[in-house]
């Protein structure tokens, strides 16, 4: 049984040097990830809550998505 962590908020970060810039990781987030004219992703910089389960959902499916494993999501925790 998994424990539901709702607090804090989260980032996506991408290695530009993996990243082909395909823009798959905006089909499959496209409210945390635009394209720019060649592809390459550009990702939102504000911080987004964890409680936004669609946003972290679709984020997930971006890092899973990434055909070279360029995504990976950022934790970011609240201040205390
Ligand atoms: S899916 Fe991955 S490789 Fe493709 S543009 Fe996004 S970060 Fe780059």
Same mark, same amino acid.
């Given at each position: 049984m998994g424990v539901i962590r709702r607090g804090g908020s989260f980032v996506l970060k991408v290695n530009p040097i993996l990243c082909? /810039?395909? /823009?798959h990781c905006h089909e499959l987030a496209p409210d945390l990830v635009d394209i720019d004219e060649w592809g390459y992703p550009i990702i939102k910089k504000e911080p987004t809550p964890t409680g936004n389960v669609q946003a972290l959902q679709s984020a997930r499916y971006a890092v899973r998505g990434c055909p070279r494993q360029a995504l990976r999501i950022e934790r970011i925790a609240d201040q205390p």
């Open positions: 082909d /810039g395909f /823009g």
